[in-house]
């Protein structure tokens, strides 16, 4: 049953957003959630009925269009892909496990209320999205899509208990273990910083066309710094070790090197290096780190987390420029020396 869906997948994910192609346990912090309403995608679709799918269509299109708007719903090949979606055994059985994790979807709508909350609070002129929630096809690439104020959630991608299902789907093993339900509000926190925050990139490149020129290591650990920042403060009831995707061994390790690291940057002079051979295993997403024996991956997340830490107890919180300074201005304000 499994295989057979994961031959069509990627058939189903073109189907299912068009549209989009084209355009947690813990503590609980003292915040006053906005409303949000979601939008259950996957509640619409399989509740319709499989043999009178064509005629409800456009109704479906009208209350979805981050999914549906743009396709060609009198086209009998997308009818027809339709049809065999909502009737295909996977999907029927993971639509049984979406709908036993997020039920009503009342927890995940507080969940992302509180999120959103402040999220306006850090960012004064952010205007919360719509949210629409449905079945991705484990569509990885597409798991989380924030754009035009429309949030868009694969919640087959984030479910308890799957990650043996998600590795026979294909998936490496370390992306597998990160996906269940806890990772889904942090996932929706990055792309929120990341839709705020200035780029990490130096400035035009010498071609123009709006191109950006390659940014040094230290562009890379400060940007990626700011957004685990931004996620910090949007989600302080989530585990810091979480909000790396590390596990705890993983977490210790980089507090227990993380001044021989940061010497090793010095004394190979790669703070302000450009070439990325030099620097992508301090940046690359993996299993593990190929540059130091037992260390985890994305080690300038790490890194940056600190300085941009060290920096922000430094700046008065209504400055301006809290999240716009360069780089190379960040690391000097922070005086960070691990």
Same mark, same amino acid.
């Given at each position: 049953?499994?295989?057979?869906?994961?031959?069509?997948?990627?058939?189903? /994910?073109?189907?299912?957003?068009?549209?989009?192609?084209?355009?947690?346990?813990?503590?609980?912090?003292?915040?006053?959630?906005?409303?949000?309403?979601?939008?259950?995608?996957?509640?619409?679709? =399989?509740? +319709?009925?499989?043999?009178?799918?064509? $005629? /409800?269509?456009?109704?479906?299109?009208?209350?979805? !269009?981050?999914?549906?708007?743009?396709?060609?719903?009198?086209?009998?090949?997308?009818? =027809?892909?339709?049809?065999?979606?909502?009737?295909?055994?996977?999907?029927?059985?993971?639509? $049984?496990?979406? *709908?036993?994790?997020?039920?009503?979807?009342?927890?995940? !709508?507080?969940?992302?209320?509180?999120?959103?909350?402040?999220?306006?609070?850090?960012?004064?002129?952010?205007?919360?999205?719509?949210?629409?929630?449905?079945?991705?096809?484990?569509?990885?690439?597409?798991?989380?899509?924030?754009?035009?104020? #429309?949030?868009?959630? &694969?919640?087959?991608?984030?479910?308890?208990?799957? $990650?043996?299902?998600?590795?026979? !789907?294909?998936?490496?093993?370390?992306?597998?273990?990160?996906?269940?339900?806890? &990772?889904?509000? #942090?996932?929706?926190?990055?792309?929120?910083?990341?839709?705020?925050?200035?780029?990490?990139?130096?400035?035009?490149?010498?071609?123009?066309?709006?191109?950006?020129?390659?940014?040094? +290591?230290?562009? *890379?650990?400060?940007?990626?710094?700011?957004?685990?920042?931004?996620?910090?403060?949007?989600?302080?009831?989530?585990?810091?070790?979480? @909000?790396?995707?590390?596990?705890?061994?993983?977490?210790?390790?980089?507090?227990?090197?993380?001044?021989?690291?940061?010497?090793?940057?010095? @004394?190979?002079? +790669?703070?302000?290096?450009?070439?990325?051979?030099?620097?992508?295993?301090?940046?690359?997403?993996?299993?593990?780190?190929?540059?130091?024996?037992? /260390?985890?991956?994305?080690? !300038?997340?790490?890194?940056?987390?600190?300085?941009?830490?060290?920096?922000?107890?430094?700046?008065? &919180?209504?400055?301006?420029?809290?999240?716009?300074?360069?780089?190379?201005? #960040?690391?000097?304000?922070?005086?960070?020396?691990?």
């Amino acid at each position: 049953m499994m295989k057979h869906w994961i031959d069509k997948r990627w058939a189903w /994910a073109v189907v299912l957003g068009l549209a989009l192609s084209a355009v947690a346990c813990g503590r609980r912090a003292a915040v006053r959630p906005l409303p949000v309403n979601l939008h259950r995608y996957e509640q619409a679709l =399989l509740a +319709l009925p499989p043999d009178s799918i064509a $005629a /409800a269509l456009p109704a479906l299109a009208a209350g979805y !269009a981050p999914y549906l708007s743009g396709a060609d719903l009198t086209d009998p090949k997308n009818v =027809l892909q339709l049809q065999t979606f909502v009737l295909d055994p996977w999907v029927r059985e993971t639509y $049984a496990a979406v *709908e036993a994790c997020y039920g009503d979807g009342g927890g995940l !709508a507080a969940d992302l209320g509180r999120l959103f909350a402040r999220a306006q609070t850090l960012f004064a002129d952010w205007q919360p999205p719509q949210v629409y929630t449905y079945i991705s096809g484990l569509d990885y690439p597409n798991r989380v899509v924030y754009t035009d104020s #429309v949030l868009s959630l &694969a919640l087959d991608l984030y479910l308890p208990d799957h $990650a043996e299902a998600y590795r026979a !789907a294909g998936f490496p093993n370390y992306i597998a273990q990160r996906l269940n339900p806890g &990772a889904l509000p #942090v996932e929706v926190a990055q792309a929120i910083a990341v839709e705020r925050l200035p780029s990490r990139a130096a400035g035009p490149s010498e071609g123009g066309q709006g191109l950006m020129r390659m940014g040094t +290591l230290l562009d *890379e650990v400060v940007y990626q710094g700011k957004i685990l920042c931004v996620v910090d403060r949007l989600l302080p009831e989530v585990d810091a070790p979480q @909000k790396l995707f590390y596990d705890e061994a993983q977490w210790r390790w980089c507090k227990d090197n993380e001044a021989a690291l940061w010497h090793h940057w010095m @004394k190979e002079q +790669l703070l302000y290096e450009t070439d990325l051979n030099r620097t992508k295993h301090f940046i690359n997403d993996g299993p593990a780190n190929l540059a130091f024996q037992g /260390a985890p991956p994305r080690l !300038a997340q790490y890194i940056g987390w600190r300085i941009v830490s060290r920096y922000l107890q430094r700046v008065p &919180a209504d400055d301006p420029e809290l999240w716009t300074r360069p780089a190379q201005e #960040v690391l000097r304000i922070s005086a960070y020396k691990p």
